[in-house]
């Protein structure tokens, strides 16, 4: 390796030394940071016909990144997130570099200010209490796999969890005697602690006893005792919403995933008349806004809501600009 060439070594110890030694970041954002250098690094090598490692800090520059990041939301078909996410990774490591590398703090200054790109916000799609008791209703409980996923899309609606979170559960992080509840491990490592549902409590020591496993060990594994991964996961609930479908035909236009559960479970606990501050606790937002959100987008509240309102009287008498035909007669001939 050339020491003329210093961004090698800044990129080492902006993973080793920055995310991992001093910011203790979490596995997850490790890799969604390489994944996205990644990408760059083979985007900007086309670009400039040069190999990934002879490329250089200064090859990086607000234009390439720029270029980058519409590569990334329109010829890769990612999302405003997606894209937004990218530009995350890169603004960290140009922060970075400012402190290690004060000659390319002008160049590190105008990536910086790359804006975020706004995104439109739309309504969550929650999935109906009745939707949500048909797809629970069609895996097998009399075989272990159906055991299994009974008791994990449970879980995912009593708890609220991510999915993430979910398929890290161990035994160990569950209180089975009452109050029952679970300790979840969410974003930024924060915990939270969720109650538990009597029934979901029954599922998870069923699925126990007849698949024992180690208090540190995941609780939701294949037949191999692997962990499950979460793509295994949306692969088997297509299945069941697909087969859910045929009795209740509103799942045909859904688009369900594993996160849709925990939609579900914000919507109906606003249905239920719960605080927002205690969902937003029980969901592990950072934001109250994120939880408002859901507020929003509950229908049946807003029903209510209407409900309290009484509608206006019906006028006794046509307002006076209906009585005079004269001014009827005038505006007609505008």
């Excluded at 995350?88 to 970075?96: L, P």
């Excluded at 390319?104 to 975020?116: D, R």
């Amino acid at each position: 390796m050339s020491k003329a060439n210093a961004f090698p070594d800044l990129m080492r110890a902006f993973f080793y030394e920055w995310l991992v030694e001093q910011r203790n970041a979490s596995i997850h954002t490790v890799r969604s940071y390489r994944d996205s250098w990644r990408l760059l690094l083979r985007f900007v090598a086309q670009r400039a016909k040069k190999k990934v490692a002879v490329i250089t800090l200064a090859d990086l520059t607000p234009g390439e990144v720029t270029a980058f990041l519409g590569h990334a939301e329109h010829d890769r078909g990612g999302t405003i997130g997606t894209r937004n996410c990218r530009l995350a990774a890169i603004r960290s490591f140009f922060n970075f570099v400012a402190t290690k590398d004060p000659a390319s703090i002008a160049q590190c200054v105008e990536i910086l200010h790359i804006p975020v790109k706004r995104a439109p916000v739309s309504e969550p799609c929650y999935l109906d209490p009745a939707e949500v008791a048909a797809i629970l209703a069609r895996p097998d409980r009399s075989t272990l796999e159906g055991m299994r996923d009974h008791a994990l899309l449970s879980f995912l609606y009593n708890s609220g969890a991510r999915i993430q979170e979910a398929l890290d559960l161990c035994p160990k992080a569950i209180r089975f005697e009452s109050p029952s509840c679970v300790r979840l491990t969410g974003k930024g490592r924060k915990e939270r602690i969720c109650p538990l549902w009597p029934e979901t409590v029954l599922l998870l020591k069923k699925l126990l006893e007849r698949q024992p496993r180690a208090s540190d060990q995941r609780l939701f594994v294949n037949r191999y005792g692997e962990p499950l991964s979460s793509s295994g996961v949306r692969f088997k609930l297509a299945a069941y919403v697909k087969a859910a479908a045929e009795t209740t035909p509103t799942l045909r236009t859904r688009y369900v995933t594993p996160h849709s559960f925990r939609h579900a479970t914000a919507v109906h606990l606003v249905s239920a008349g719960v605080d927002v501050t205690v969902i937003r606790s029980w969901l592990g937002h950072v934001s109250l806004d994120t939880t408002n959100h859901y507020a929003r987008a509950n229908l049946e509240t807003k029903r209510k809501a209407l409900e309290q309102v009484s509608a206006p009287e019906s006028a006794r008498h046509p307002p006076s600009w209906k009585r005079d035909t004269s001014l009827l007669a005038w505006l007609d001939t505008l």
